[in-house]
């Protein structure tokens, strides 16, 4: 069984930066997506960005040129770099993985089947 544990989150200024981590435990060896996801109370759930096994991402719009997804050597654990942070990033942030079964990963929350608890970034101006 596939566990997710994120850490990072943290209030901060406009402007700012966070760098938070995802890491997991009993892939096995597998190819595993791995993406970071963000909720705000009443809003759906956003794509905020995906790493494939490979290292090829993929950004949503928002948050390109600021945002950087990475993986390290192991593949155990996932990042997020978060640049130049605006009021509009406070949310809470999830990390979630699915195995890898072609080229690409899904884009979308609803076909990942594991999830972290999530860690919370606020940003204030």
């Known amino acids: 069984q596939v566990r997710l544990v994120e850490s990072g989150g943290d209030s901060v200024q406009v402007g700012g930066s966070l760098r938070l981590s995802c890491t997991a435990s009993?892939?096995?060896?597998?190819?595993?997506?791995m993406g970071w996801f963000r909720q705000r109370p009443g809003k759906d759930r956003e794509t905020v960005a995906i790493?494939?096994?490979?290292?090829?991402?993929m950004y949503a719009d928002s948050v390109k040129g600021r945002f950087t997804i990475s993986r390290d050597g192991m593949q155990t654990t996932l990042y997020l770099q978060m640049t130049n942070l605006k009021p509009d990033d406070t949310s809470t942030y999830y990390c979630?993985?699915?195995?890898?079964?072609?080229?690409?990963?899904?884009?979308?929350?609803?076909?990942?089947?594991?999830w972290g608890q999530g860690t919370r970034v606020s940003v204030s101006s």
């Open positions: 979630a993985g699915q195995p890898q079964t072609g080229i690409g990963c899904p884009t979308v929350g609803y076909r990942y089947t594991d």
């Open positions: 009993g892939l096995v060896g597998r190819r595993y997506c």
């Open positions: 790493s494939t096994q490979a290292g090829s991402t």
